[in-house]
């Protein structure tokens, strides 16, 4: 997959350009308010990046000379142009400047497609990996959904042999992190908001809890005070630099539903709904379900995940098919003796032993391996940001809080 960043000063083009990004393929965007110098101060950071695309309404000295010194200075980043003035004397300075393309305001979708296909095949190579993003979301609080994300994560780097990050994003009092490791997290993701404007290989690297050689960890706040400092354009930020070093980014997106939530649900290629066979558990997860679809997310896109289930709930279990119209895709036995012994020692559940909730965790991450080895034309698609704010109720009240 090419990673692309976006790059204007006005926050309205900003989103029509990544909607129309989004429609001309399978790309992973990540946006930036602001102008190439801005850019300048942060590092190594888009050696991660792919594709730099700079909206300018009106092109200056100070922005010609800021790009070309990029464009020096990263020389893999193919580099377009959005601009209303297009005239040969604009194209010839921008070329000089180390833009690849010069593309008119207002944008024509099928001259940008035209554009991006170019710079991906040049690209295509560098990029033979692609970074799956699974989201677990909790129907109703206290079902087990860290838990399950944490160890799911663990089972995909001990098991599958793969690079994986863990992002805690539950914002009440995030623990993901201590569910499987006992080491403090040397940073939060509150704290690395904080300090975007410096955050390179080096900072990213510094900042995250190393279990492994091939599992890190992404801390959460741990207080619903301090999340509120997690902006959405500074979290983008930092998912774009991150998603590209690994394989998987697992995220813990708890139970509740807010742009910085949509914002990881939008990169996801499967949505996990954590669920116990409880009636106050169904109804959770039909106005979850109902709400997601509402947001443009495919229903191929879901997953039911029944957790603590005994044969006791197997008449709520038909209930919950029935109310919901779809069976869990996988069930997780009741085994609270095994799991709290796992919790109270902050390791991942597979070193205590191989029972059944170990074996039912190693079938999620199996599964979701398995399912990275799809064409990325299979990929289900959703509507981009954007193209949402236009939608119903639900969707409008949602977008308005992100802008």
């Known amino acids: 997959m090419i990673d692309i960043l976006t790059l204007s000063t006005d926050s309205a083009r900003l989103a029509q350009i990544v909607n129309l990004v989004g429609e001309c393929g399978n790309y992973r965007t990540t946006r930036v308010v602001g102008d190439a110098a801005m850019l300048l101060e942060r590092g190594d950071s888009l050696d991660l990046f792919d594709m730099l695309i700079v909206d300018a309404p009106s092109l200056d000295d100070v922005s010609l000379t800021s790009t070309a010194r ?32 010069v593309l008119g305001w207002p944008l024509d979708r099928h001259s940008l497609e035209d554009a991006l296909l170019r710079a991906q095949t040049q690209h295509s190579q560098r990029n033979a990996r692609e970074t799956q993003v699974v989201s677990f979301v909790s129907c109703k609080g206290g079902v087990g959904t860290s838990f399950i994300a944490s160890n799911v994560a663990h089972a995909l780097s001990t098991q599958r042999g793969k690079r994986v990050l863990l992002v805690d994003l539950c914002q009440l009092f995030g623990d993901a992190a201590f569910l499987v490791t006992d080491e403090t997290p040397p940073s939060t993701l509150p704290q690395m908001c904080a300090q975007v404007e410096r955050m390179d290989g080096a900072f990213f690297g510094a900042s995250v809890v190393h279990v492994s050689d091939s599992f890190d960890i992404l801390a959460g706040a741990g207080d619903p005070v301090k999340a509120a400092d997690i902006k959405v354009d500074r979290f983008e930020w930092i998912l774009g630099l991150a998603v590209p070093r690994y394989d998987f980014v697992i995220v813990d997106v708890g139970q509740t539903l807010n742009p910085l939530s949509i914002l990881a649900l939008d990169r996801s290629t499967q949505i996990h709904l954590v669920l116990q066979a409880t009636m106050p558990g169904v109804r959770a997860a039909r106005r979850l379900l109902e709400i997601l679809v509402s947001l443009g997310y495919a229903p191929n896109q879901l997953r039911l995940l029944l957790n603590r289930y005994t044969r006791h709930d197997e008449r709520t279990r038909a209930a919950l098919e029935q109310v919901l119209g779809m069976k869990p895709n996988h069930v997780i036995p009741e085994d609270a003796r095994a799991v709290l012994a796992a919790v109270n020692q902050g390791m991942p559940i597979a070193k205590a032993g191989s029972g059944s909730v170990t074996r039912s965790l190693q079938d999620i991450a199996a599964q979701i391996a398995g399912n990275a080895a799809a064409p990325a034309h299979e990929k289900p698609k959703t509507r981009s940001l954007f193209a949402r704010l236009r939608g119903d109720v639900v969707q409008s009240g949602a977008r308005h809080v992100a802008s």
């Open 70 to 101: 990029l464009c020096r200075e990263h020389r893999h980043l193919t580099c377009i142009l959005v601009a209303p003035d297009a005239s040969p004397d604009t194209v010839i300075a921008a070329m000089r400047a180390g833009f690849r393309d």
